[in-house]
């Protein structure tokens, strides 16, 4: 059994960063900032930071995760209860990571968690689901969805103010047209003449103008959203390694360090190798994206997460990620909302997908 739960850990994290590593860059993907390889480097470098600086602040997430105070603690401390945990939340995210649909490990080990509490007939505390598991699982995404709603025009109002324009381009056959567009929408050619460039179309992207402290807008943003990126990487690896841990700390496999040692290098693994079609779905489905709104929905996102991790709330990074894309695609009108309901529906089965699984494994494995 302690081999069964130590297969499920490793399955659980590698499932874990095959879903979830690529959302925190793809606005860098989306945005034409940076290709899938380098965002994809970028992404897996971040979050393994992420996971081993777990070590030293997450210990509130580990506790949560073992599922002490939801479930009776002499079932948290059967071994088929861990087994059943650890596997029926792997199962429901990889299910989900091969269909391309971004969904929650973090709600993915709730409803694992309810399914084993239910399964073995001691049920689980409805108090404790609700405030330490269900409520920051709502609230996360509306949030980050209310922040860019509202942050994005303060940004855009800054750069119109600090006289940054926006430009865009108007592919004929094989060349483009320089224009600007003014604050009401109008486009105009630039006063220092016509500049053309031979170009693929599909390369023709939104760029901005002008020079802040003496350094290029769009150098300056680019360096900017691959920070924002990279502290989304962080953030999921600092908040997400430590649920994946609580299942070896519970059955007493290894500590806190050795397990997030272990687990951040299966989600660094679990990244690299099958990222691809959640990467799709979050980059280009969703919404499309400039690189100020690439930088928006980036920000938001990591600031969520990392209060989060502080003070040990088992919020969802992808919730929170895909909360500023949605928020992105309102304030630009150009969101999917066929590809947003799908997703949001696939939030919807998860829980009892995974509760289902989770049940399951357990009788078997009783």
């Known amino acids: 059994m302690v081999i069964y739960i130590l297969l499920a850990a490793i399955f659980l994290a590698y499932s874990n960063g095959a879903n979830d590593n690529f959302k925190g860059v793809s606005t860098l993907f989306g945005s034409g900032t940076a290709d899938y390889r380098r965002a994809l480097v970028w992404a897996t470098v971040t979050t393994f930071l992420g996971s081993m600086f777990a070590i030293y602040i997450s210990g509130n997430l580990v506790i949560s995760f073992t599922g002490k105070g939801l479930v009776a603690d002499e079932v948290v401390r059967a071994p088929a209860f861990m087994l059943a945990v650890g ?3 792997a199962l429901t ?9 971004p969904i929650s490990t973090t709600h993915a ?3 694992a968690l309810i399914g084993g509490g239910i399964a073995s007939g001691a049920g689980v505390l409805m108090a404790k689901l609700w405030s330490g ?15 860019t709603v509202l942050i994005y025009p303060i940004f855009r109002f800054v750069r119109e103010r600090c006289g940054i324009s926006q430009e865009t381009c108007i592919c004929v056959g094989e060349r483009e047209e320089a224009v600007q567009f003014t604050p009401s929408g109008a486009a105009i050619l630039r006063a220092t003449g016509l500049t053309l460039t031979v170009d693929q179309i599909e390369n023709c992207k939104t760029r901005y103008g002008g020079s802040v402290i003496g350094i290029g807008a769009q150098t300056l943003l ?5 920070l924002t990126a990279g502290a989304v990487g962080f953030a999921r690896g600092l908040n997400d390694t430590p649920k994946v841990v609580a299942l070896l700390v519970a059955a007493r496999i290894m500590g806190v360090r050795n397990g997030l040692i272990l687990a951040g290098l299966a989600i660094a693994l679990g990244g690299w190798l099958n990222a691809r079609k959640v990467a799709e779905t979050m980059s280009r489905k969703i919404t499309r994206m400039n690189h100020g709104q690439g930088f928006t929905a980036n920000m938001v996102t990591a600031a969520l997460v990392i209060f989060a991790s502080q003070w ?8 929170i990620s895909c909360g500023s894309l949605f928020g992105i695609g309102l304030v630009n009108g ?3 909302w066929g590809v947003i309901g799908k997703i949001l529906m696939s939030w ?19």
């Open 93 to 101: 995210v990889y299910l989900a990571t091969v269909t391309g649909f």
């Open 334 to 336: 150009k969101a999917d």
């Open 222 to 226: 680019d360096r900017m959203h691959y």
């Open 133 to 147: 598991f269900i409520a920051p699982l709502l609230l996360s995404p509306a949030l980050a969805l209310m922040a």
């Open 348 to 366: 919807l089965i998860t829980l009892p997908a995974a509760g289902i699984f989770s049940a399951i494994i357990y009788q078997v494995a009783r």
């Open 312 to 319: 040990g709330m088992p919020v969802s990074t992808t919730h």
């Open 87 to 89: 596997l029926g939340a």
């Open 109 to 111: 080990i709730t409803g």
